[in-house]
Structures are given as C-alpha cells and as structure tokens.
C-alpha cells in the first residue's frame, strides 16, 4: 500500500512550475545578439511553453527573482546548448552534475534582467524552471528516486526474460527483451541521464531516436517471426517491411543532418508498426475472453505513445505527460510484460509435457502397425490431430521416429530423401518444439 502511494505521489508531481517573470524573443537570423542589442528588442509573454517544429535559437529574458539564492533550470531534453548573462553581459556559468541545463543564482552578485539563450534543435519545448536551494533538491531526489524505481524494475524484468529464454529456448522472451531495452532507452534519453554523465545533446537524441526505432523493428520482427496471419499473410509482411524501411532511412538521415522532419518521421513510422501489430493481435484474439481488456490497454498505449512523441514534437500535445509520469506508465506496461511472461513460460512447459506424452503414445502405436513400420505409409488419423494440436509437421514425426529407433543421420536422410543440411534444420526445429538438446534426449522419450 505504502508502495502505490508513492507510485502515485510520484506520479502527480507537476514538472511545471511558475515561469516567473520571464518573456522571450526568437531572432530572425541565428546569428548571436550582444546584451546590449537585445535590450531594443521586444520580448513576448510566454503563453505556451511548447512551440513544437518553430525551433532555433530563443532568448529569454527574467526580470527578476524574489528569492536571494536560486536555481534556474532549463527542464527538457531537447536543447543544444544554453548560456546566461546578467544585464552587464556577465556569462553565469552551467551547474555540474545535473540532468538538466541549470544556473545558481544568487541575488546580491547579479544585476537584473537576465538573459537566457538557448537552441532548440527539434521541438521549442522550453520549460523553465525557477526554484530555490531546498525545493531543487528535494525535486532531483524525487526524480532520482522515480528513475532508480523504474531501472531497477526494468533490470529485474530483463533478467527474467534472459533466464525464461535460457530455460525454455523460445525465441518470443527474446522479442520482450528488445522491447523492455528499447522503452528503457527510449526513457533514459527523455530523463537525460546521460547529460548527467556530460554527454553531448546531439548524442542523447541520436540515441533517443534509436531506441523510438527499435521499438517499431521489435514490432516487425514479431510479426514475422511469432503472429500467426492467415489472410493477406503476404501483404502484410510487405507493408511491416516497407514502414521498417522508411523508418530506417529516415534514422539514418536524422544521424546526418539533425533535421526536425526525420526525427518525426521515424517517431510517426515506429508507432505505426506498433499500432498494426496490436491491430492485428486484437483481431487474431476476437474470440477471446480478455478481448475488451486488450482494447483499452493497447488503445491508452497508443494514445500516450503518439501524444509523447509526434503530438509533442508538433507543439500540440495534450497530455503533456514528464519523462517521470512516461517512466511510471511504462513500468505499468512492464508489469502486464511480466505477467504476460509467467504466463507464457506455464504454457511452454505445459504445452511441451503434454506433447512428450502424446509422441510418446502416439509411437507405440506405431510400434504395432505392420512389420515394415513405415511412417511414411501411415494415415492414422491421431496422427493427423497430433500434427495440427501441436503444430509438428509430417516430416518432423518422420525424423524423430528414426532418430528414436537409433538410425543415423546418413540412414535418416536417405531414408527420407533428405539432405543433410535439410535434416539439421529439421532436426533443430524440431528439438526446440520438443525442449531438448540432442539425439539422446530424444530417444529416451521413448524408453
């Protein structure tokens, strides 16, 4: 109980306060203005902190600030460089070892107005924060707090996918990893720990915009590897591959020329995989009892997914949701993760004890037909059931029936008009069908 109410404390935490006095002034040419001549220019009330893709260099200008020692932060992750002058010119310099653009002031030793520039290389998302000694500290440890809440649940949850892939073989806890590291990636750049570690803005959002991109190729490679279609199988895939490629290049072209575009371009791409992967699981679950549940959990993610990412990047978003209000939504989806991965890890080994008995039946069966005992000529019908329940094909009974009987590799792919490089790939599908290693694990389920 005590935990949910921090989670919840943590989440109602409004990241903006009060701008102050403050105004700005964006020039019509990137080029520096002196102290002096921003002193003629007309400064404009800030009525919207995020002017979304009006980006480029701003100045701000603070008339000034009651308290007698204060911090002034610049609270986004988007700005690539900022400086502050008091009224004479005077450069105050940039705190260390804060996440975020921040300047100490204190009052007897600056002269008002001050001056704030900064370049907004994407979104001119420009929260500004003025706060005093105390409230700064206890705001950081709150974030601090939230953020090592969040990593070390992600790690946790990706050492159980690593140790669940071990275990059981099944490449889909392999999809979840990449998931979880891209989410994480994802908020880890948006929470700007890495400017905490001095690393440089153009870096962080080229990172940034990697993990958006991974997530929309984890959607793609799970559907080409897992989800099961059976109309438009082929079209399908066509347009996963074709959102993927665009989504790529268009990475590729932000990494080289730091356009606002490209950087959208592949947000909007990414969340498009995503929201056709969770179309189509919906569509393949219509007949399940969670579907309602299913709607409105993927529904919610892809409304916070878009107005996080592209709707807040065009300036418009409506939630406005703080990296640490997205850390503890994502932690909820990691949560559902988790639960889905227990889940699925019963299933497996349920689903594979029940298939190592019915082989096991099914081949004794099989030991009473005729003396020649030729699977090949076999119509039995539980055959037949067995293949479609757990989805072995026909050659795959074939092969495992002669390895059982401690035939060869050469013997079996003769005897079945196999290559040996064909035998090995039926071989391996079918041993990870089955959870076993090798030939002998195989033979003893039929000892």
Not at 67 to 73: G, N, Q, V
Not at 138 to 151: R, T, V
Not at 318 to 330: D, G, T, V, Y
Request: proline share 2%; glycine share 4%; net charge neutral.
């Amino acid at each position: 109980m005590r935990l949910m109410f921090i989670i919840i404390s943590l989440f109602c935490v409004i990241t903006g306060i009060s701008q102050e006095s403050i105004s700005y002034y964006k020039p019509a040419t990137d080029q520096q203005n002196n102290i002096s001549e921003l002193k003629e220019e007309t400064f404009s009330k800030i009525e919207d902190i995020n002017l979304g893709a009006d980006n480029g260099i701003y100045w701000f200008k603070i008339d000034t600030i009651d308290l007698p020692r204060s911090i002034i932060e610049l609270h986004t992750s988007h700005v690539n460089g900022a400086s502050l002058y008091d009224v004479n010119g005077k450069e105050i310099g940039l705190m260390d070892a804060t996440r975020y653009p921040s300047f100490f002031i204190i009052n007897k030793i600056v002269e008002y107005p001050l001056y704030l520039k900064a370049h907004f290389p994407l979104e001119a998302h420009f929260s500004i924060e003025i706060l005093d000694e105390q409230a700064f500290a206890k705001h950081e440890k709150n974030s601090f707090l939230g953020i090592g809440f969040f990593y070390g649940t992600a790690l946790a949850l990706l050492l159980a996918t690593l140790i669940f892939l071990i275990i059981t073989k099944n490449k889909q806890f392999l999809f979840y990893g990449i998931l979880i590291t891209a989410v994480c990636i994802s908020i880890m750049t948006r929470d700007n720990i890495l400017y905490f570690f001095n690393a440089k803005p153009s870096i962080i959002s080229n990172i940034e915009l990697f993990g958006h991109f991974l997530v929309g190729l984890s959607a793609t490679g799970y559907v080409f590897r897992y989800l099961k279609v059976k109309k438009g199988k082929q079209l399908i895939h066509y347009i996963f591959v074709t959102i993927s490629s665009i989504s790529a290049i268009s990475l590729c072209i932000y990494w080289i020329f730091n356009t606002h575009w490209s950087f959208l371009l592949t947000d909007f791409t990414s969340i498009a995989g995503v929201l056709l992967l969770w179309s189509l699981t919906i569509y393949n679950a219509k007949n399940t009892k969670y579907l309602p549940l299913m709607i409105i959990i993927y529904t919610i993610d892809i409304f916070i997914l878009i107005d996080a990412f592209l709707l807040h990047g065009l300036g418009v978003s409506i939630l406005n949701l703080s990296s640490l209000q997205l850390s503890i939504i994502a932690l909820v989806n990691f949560t559902l993760i988790a639960i889905s991965l227990i889940f699925s890890f019963r299933n497996i080994q349920g689903k594979t004890v029940i298939m190592k008995h019915q082989i096991k039946k099914h081949l004794e069966r099989l030991s009473q037909l005729d003396s020649y005992k030729n699977v090949q000529d076999s119509n039995d019908q539980y055959l037949e059931s067995l293949i479609h329940q757990f989805e072995l094909e026909n050659i795959e009974i074939k092969v495992l029936d002669s390895i059982s009987r401690g035939l060869t590799n050469e013997r079996i792919a003769t005897k079945h008009n196999l290559s040996i490089e064909k035998l090995k790939a039926v071989t391996s599908n079918l041993y990870q069908k089955l959870g076993i290693d090798s030939d002998q694990e195989a033979t003893s389920l039929f000892t």
